[in-house]
């Protein structure tokens, strides 16, 4: 496949090199709510959306910056952005479901802090993508990232009822779980370069 | 959060210590995993990563305590974040004028320091409460234990993954490399059997202080 067509960017985003299972980016959404399906879901919903928006205005920052020549403010400039897309998010979920607001708790207001929402700015100014690219790759990210916690959330779910040794309870486990999950993900390597 | 100003601590060597074992950042607290799972697949790569937070980390609560009067309550975090954008912005240029090998080798991870939990947890949690002092010798602690985190795994995932450590062969040939531990899952693996380690002498330790604790009863 062309590495410059739509379909590989967003296959390459969201399988062969899953965001959380093969970057590393956003593990502590990805270790914290990963407790119940249910906020797994909608947390990696409200995530995509904020992808998607930080994305567009990143790359429309990106522009703004070169034109004025000052790319050693991006990194603020970004930083900036994605604080308000998440405030935005923030006061439509309370405004359309305030228990959906409770359940997320304060992991709403720290997608600000994950790493997954910078990294897609960052990787898609680093890979110069024009503005098509950067959609299919933040959309596929989104999907990735909530791939990545449903099937997390589902192990987790159903470790909650077997016998466990008292010393690997709790995080130990669930790194162990995604080491696995990471392994898995490997299978899809020859879907695209492998390479970041 | 109220800020009182008798809750301002003296510096003691616990100021300092606390962030290397009792409270060490990775393998305690779980703070900041993306750096710490993503960069130690080399010792130096995790020297360099542990380095560069070791310096944002200091900087930003030094400015955050000096501005800690200044800054208003309602644009704290969003303050906090600008301080530590800048000094990241200032570490990534430094990086690239030392060693470009280095920085392709980081990639990202450098600008990424921005969103590490530790160095804004610091910030919110215990510079913007304390005297410049006490600010900085406790940023060294944390960034002293964060840097040690990251070399445990560096060092172990080198070892298993290459057979070298620092680029110094320290297996004979014959040593079949265990390729996968500088692959990403074996970040999770190695993260996952130090804290496995970590908990079971935690629980040996406290069993043993039960079974002290009980003999002494018994005997009076």
């Not at chain 1, 720290?110 to 910078?118: Q, R, V, W, Y």
């Not at chain 1, 995080?171 to 995604?178: D, G, I, Q």
Request: aromatic share 10%; glycine share 8%; net charge neutral.
């Amino acid at each position: 496949m062309d590495p410059d067509s739509l379909a590989f960017i967003f296959i390459n985003a969201a399988l062969s090199n899953n965001f959380v299972l093969a970057l590393f980016l956003g593990l502590c959404p990805f270790l914290g709510v990963s407790a119940k399906k249910e906020t797994a879901w909608n947390m990696g919903l409200a995530t995509m959306f904020v992808m998607l928006v930080s994305s567009v205005s990143a790359f429309g920052i990106n522009w703004l910056l070169k034109e004025f020549d000052i790319e050693f403010l991006r990194l603020i400039c970004y930083i900036a952005v994605i604080a308000s897309a998440v405030q935005l998010v923030e006061m439509i979920v309370k405004k359309f479901s305030p228990s959906l607001f409770r359940a997320l708790g304060i992991f709403l207001p720290l997608i600000t802090t994950n790493c997954a929402i910078l990294g897609l700015a960052l990787f898609q100014t680093f890979r110069e993508y024009d503005f098509m690219q950067s959609l299919a790759f933040s959309v596929g990210a989104g999907v990735g990232f909530t791939i990545a916690l449903m099937l997390m959330a589902g192990l987790r779910e159903k470790l909650e009822l077997s016998k466990v040794p008292t010393v690997s309870q709790g995080a130990a486990m669930s790194l162990m779980l995604a080491g696995l999950l990471s392994l898995a993900f490997m299978g899809f390597a020859g879907l695209g370069s492998s390479h970041v | 959060m109220a800020t009182l100003p008798n809750q301002e601590e003296q510096i003691s060597l616990d100021t300092f210590t606390r962030g290397i074992w009792k409270e060490n950042p990775v393998f305690v607290m779980l703070l900041g995993l993306c750096p710490v799972l993503a960069v130690t697949n080399t010792t130096m790569n995790a020297i360099a990563m542990g380095l560069a937070t070791l310096f944002v980390l200091v900087a930003s609560s030094t400015l955050v305590s000096l501005l800690r009067k200044v800054i208003p309550k309602q644009v704290r975090i969003a303050s906090y974040i600008i301080i530590i954008a800048t000094f990241v912005t200032m570490v990534d240029y430094l990086i690239q004028s030392i060693s470009l090998e280095l920085y392709n080798a980081l990639g990202a991870f450098i600008q990424l320091i921005v969103v590490n939990c530790v160095i804004l947890g610091r910030a919110e949690a215990f510079a913007s409460k304390q005297k410049v002092g006490t600010a900085i010798v406790n940023a060294l602690g944390m960034g002293v234990g964060f840097t040690i985190a990251l070399l445990f795994l560096g060092v172990t995932r080198e070892l298993l993954g290459a057979g070298t450590i620092l680029g110094v062969q320290i297996f004979s040939s014959n040593f079949e490399p265990w390729i996968v531990m500088i692959l990403p899952p074996g970040g999770f693996f190695v993260l996952g059997a130090w804290l496995l380690l970590f908990e079971y002498i935690k629980q040996r330790k406290e069993e043993k202080q039960l079974l002290v604790e009980g003999v002494a009863n018994h005997g009076s």
